[in-house]
């Protein structure tokens, strides 16, 4: 479905330097924010994080669906890819499985660490409920940071992505991984991350004693009207 795009508030921190293809924007992380529609002192945070080539616009046009408690932002990639685009690592897709930038990969993981402490200083929220929501490329990512760090997060939903190979050596003790919350979404006629990447997710988390809300659907490389209903459900809970 076509989902608007809503009112847009664009604030920066500084975080990085550098700027052209394939290297960091110059020492800003682009965000938006849709404050909670319910008030509190200190409200969940969800961040949305854009896939390849994208932007952050794109996924905020989620935050009107999502839940009235929260406050929403939705960050843009640290790596420009072209004009509007943007990335969080650079990615070959000429191959079955499509190989990475595993340094930029690296960079941009501890850069939405730094970027969640900075935010605090903007924004004031309940740093106990703090829920990740990637697409694609921004849904890797929310695996990568939410299989490390798990103590940093209450819960991550991953839209149509993998588990990165190189960051599985970095994922944190079954102790550690005990409170997480995981949502996964995956379309089974998707032709760019294919079915099979969700499936070998889902078992990879099993392994290590995590049971994700799991959901296919008829679908390609999209967030269809289903897959939103699904993840606000699952948001809810």
Request: net charge neutral; with cysteine; aromatic share 10%.
């Amino acid at each position: 479905m076509k989902l608007p795009i809503i009112t847009l508030l664009l604030i920066t921190i500084n975080i990085t330097e550098g700027c052209s293809y394939g290297k960091k924007q110059e020492t800003q992380l682009h965000y938006l924010v849709r404050e909670p529609k319910i008030k509190s002192e200190k409200p969940p945070l969800i961040i949305l994080m854009h896939g390849y080539g994208s932007d952050e616009a794109d996924l905020f046009s989620l935050a009107s669906y999502l839940p009235d408690k929260f406050l929403v932002v939705s960050a843009r990639g640290p790596y420009t890819l072209g004009d509007n685009r943007y990335m969080w690592y650079q990615a070959d897709f000429s191959k079955e499985t499509p190989v990475i930038n595993k340094e930029q990969a690296e960079s941009s993981r501890k850069a939405v660490l730094q970027f969640i402490d900075d935010l605090k200083k903007e924004h004031p929220f309940d740093d106990t409920q703090i829920y990740l929501v990637g697409f694609s490329q921004g849904a890797i990512m929310a695996y990568s940071l939410g299989l490390t760090e798990p103590q940093k997060f209450k819960g991550i939903a991953a839209l149509s992505g993998r588990i990165l190979e190189e960051m599985k050596p970095m994922v944190a003790s079954k102790e550690k991984l005990k409170g997480l919350n995981l949502f996964i979404s995956h379309g089974t006629i998707d032709n760019v991350l294919k079915i099979e990447f969700a499936r070998q997710s889902k078992e990879f988390l099993t392994n290590l004693d995590i049971h994700p809300t799991y959901k296919e659907y008829t679908a390609g490389h999209t967030i269809s009207e289903e897959m939103v209903v699904d993840l606000v459900t699952w948001l809810n809970k």
